[in-house]
């Protein structure tokens, strides 16, 4: 029997919820879903865009990102309610704005699971022809969603620790890649100083900025975080700074050892570990597709909570709000990400999705950089001992900029799918709105 929670005050609705996220299992839940598929696609485009600059694009991506972590970092220390961006823009702006953040955040996480699944299957044609037809990878796409979905109805000490060991095996290969591979680089195909123009820039960061994105998915569980004020900053940056290094590495190595050729491989990161040592090409393939697999299980983590506390203010229908009995898990959310992610995957293709999602994300952290101003400006805090921006408004303002000077630089074909969703959740809200005042 579940759980329901509809209509009771976030602290009180969560009181089911079991709080077993440390800081060593936040850390490795942010890392695990910033880095997943993006790190293995991006080098090959960034190069055709950027030439032997491309590593600037990471590196003013570090400079945008920071003060975006140090945002959601102050944001989610003084909002402890599961939701992430919904919560920390409803606490500061009201429920029409959370809403439209919590809605948007979601579209930007289902879109970007199905990109990573499609980018998966991918991975497994190369690794076998077994996958070339449409019907196997079907069934491979089913079979992974239902696993994940599985293993997050255990309950979220068994989806951490899946997670942990996920990024564990990912990361390891990555970190020595970058940091050994370094030594090996042929630095006249690699550039600092040479400075793109403000168009290929521009474009660079919407794919950065997907690939930088993820914390705000792994934070929206913060109801099951055992200390938020205390664990969720220290996690935010731990996680940014390490995945801000190994990104850097990365491109700089591919750079190094690949050349120009780089801009015309279908596997990057594979064929540079490959350049390298010969049985680093197969490694690295494998590693793709662990870390798009541990990225697919943070995002149905995360992204699923979206929707579980959307049901539980009342937004969504009430079992989306309920908890299961056994394991404390919003089953029907799970259920309903995974799915719909599936869906798309099965009709969908990295770029595009990544994309859209680049961009939709950046909206949502406009959101929440003016929302961290709001609330460390009001003094609010579920509890003590919250994050304080130094300089007043200085970083969220930083950052909100930041954003939408990226934002400048869509297509309008990109701006036009993210208007048709920003149109259909204010109309769904203004729905939602009417039916809730019956």
Known sequence: MA??????????????????????????????????????????????????????????????????????????????????????????????????????????NVTSSAGVAAALTEQARNASPLFDGTAARSALLVGVYAVLIGLNAMGVRIGTRAIVVLATLKLTPLFVLAFVGVWFVDWGQVSFVALPSWAALGSAMVLVMFAYSGMETALIPSGEVKNPSRDVPRATMAAILLVVLLYIGIQVVAQGALGTTLGESTAPVAQTAGALWGPGFGLLLATASVSMLGFLMGNLLGSSRMLYALGRDGWLPGPVGRLTASHKVPLVAVCIHGGVACLLALGGDFQSLALISGGAICLVYVGVSLAAWQLQRRGHADHGGPLHLPGGPAIPLVAAVAMLAILTTLKPEEWQAIGWSLAAIIGLYAVLFLLRRR
Do not use: D, K
């Open 3 to 108: 759980h329901e929670t509809r209509g009771t005050p976030p602290q009180a609705a969560e009181a089911g919820l079991v709080r077993a996220v440390g800081f060593g299992g936040l850390t490795a839940s942010v890392i695990n879903v910033i880095v997943g598929g993006g790190i293995f696609m991006l080098p090959a485009a960034l190069l055709l865009g950027m030439g032997s600059a491309a590593p600037i694009a990471f590196v003013a991506g570090a400079l945008v990102i920071v003060p975006v972590a140090l945002c959601f970092a102050a944001a989610g220390s003084r909002v402890t309610a599961t939701g992430g961006p919904y919560s920390y823009v409803g606490a500061a702006f009201g429920p029409f704005a959370g809403f439209v953040a919590g809605a948007l955040m979601w579209i930007t």
